[in-house]
């Protein structure tokens, strides 16, 4: 690798100093001896010839580089969390499956021994190819239909995964969702206003009884990790949290968050998380359950996001102001 450019290092969501954090988190002296690091690894292991290493931002004990090499610019993924490395592994598995699929998603490269995730040096890396595109934008409608489309296809896929069982195994099920909605005003809504913990304890009395199936779900689908180009999602990324969950749940959670990106967290309108619904709804339509939920999930997740003191990108007026309900 050329030694002319040194990588530039950044925080991808943390207000801590970068190369402070490439020392302290993966025992770096510097930007060029990671960069140089990561092109050892990734000619070792997947016989890449790496031209330049220009960015790497890191993500508590996570790390991402982007690389230049004869075959167009490539993505490094690493972790130095041990008790993460078989979890890892496991969705390095499930990415290439859903890939197969014909789920937009940022595939897996094979090491030359045919592995996708390699630890190197008391890391877990992984290797992609850089999928152009831009984060979605939630101000263009369209682009929102797709999402939730691209969502249902999603969750329908990961129901069918043959090993959903190995990824499943680093969690456990969910709680009952009534219960998790009650613990939560229990224990983390004091901050609320007593009307508003009452409107949801009171929505809550009104859902309806059945069953709700729980199945693997990404659990971070938001504009962070959907890339839009060519008028369609390119990928998905980011299935590290993926978890046990409803279908709805993450339907709700997502319509929520859908705007959140890095630094960038903040609440978008109703008719977007209606514009989202729809979207979904064209691939799958919710159960009569699901849809008893739909209300409660929306007002719970947007209560859950008002911070204690100050809130400066509106979370507040959001989740408590009448305009809040999406209409079906």
């Known amino acids: 690798m050329a030694e002319s450019h040194a990588p530039v290092v950044e925080m991808l969501w943390e207000a801590h100093d970068p190369l402070g954090a490439l020392g302290g988190r993966f025992g770096f002296g ?74 937009p998603v940022s595939v897996p490269v094979p090491a030359l021994d045919g592995r996708l995730q390699v630890e190197v040096a008391g890391a877990s890396m992984g290797l992609q190819h850089e999928v152009e595109g831009e984060l979605l934008d939630v101000t263009d409608a369209g682009q929102v239909r797709e999402a939730g489309a691209v969502l249902a296809r999603l969750q329908d896929a990961l129901a069918a995964y043959p090993d959903g069982d190995l990824v499943a195994a680093f969690g456990g099920p969910p709680l009952p969702l009534t219960a998790r909605v009650t613990g939560w005003l229990d224990s983390s809504a004091g901050h609320l206003p007593g009307t508003a913990r009452d409107a949801l304890r009171s929505m809550l009395g009104g859902v309806p009884a ?36 409803h279908r709805v749940v993450e339907l709700a959670r997502s319509a929520v968050l859908l705007g959140t990106r890095f630094r960038d967290w903040g609440p978008v309108p109703a008719e977007v998380h209606a514009a989202f619904l729809a979207g979904y709804e064209s691939v799958r339509r919710l159960t009569e359950v699901e849809a008893g939920w739909w209300e409660v999930l929306l007002r719970w997740h947007a209560l859950a996001m008002v911070p204690e003191g100050e809130d400066p990108t509106g979370w507040g007026a959001a989740a408590l102001g009448e305009e809040f309900h999406a209409q079906r």
């Open 30 to 103: 510097d930007e060029r001896a990671a960069g140089r690091w990561v092109a050892t690894a990734l000619g070792e292991h997947w016989g890449v010839r790496v031209l330049s290493c220009e960015r790497i931002v890191i993500s508590a004990h996570n790390a991402l580089a982007w690389v230049g090499t004869p075959d167009g610019r490539m993505i490094a993924k690493w972790s130095v969390v041990q008790e993460l490395f078989p979890r890892l592994v496991e969705v390095a598995r499930l990415t290439r499956w859903l890939d197969g699929r014909g789920i």
């Open 210 to 245: 059945g069953r709700l199936p729980a199945q693997l779900v990404h659990r971070d689908f938001r504009s962070a990790n959907v890339l839009w180009a060519g008028g369609e999602v390119a990928a998905i990324l980011d299935f590290e949290e993926i978890a046990l969950d």
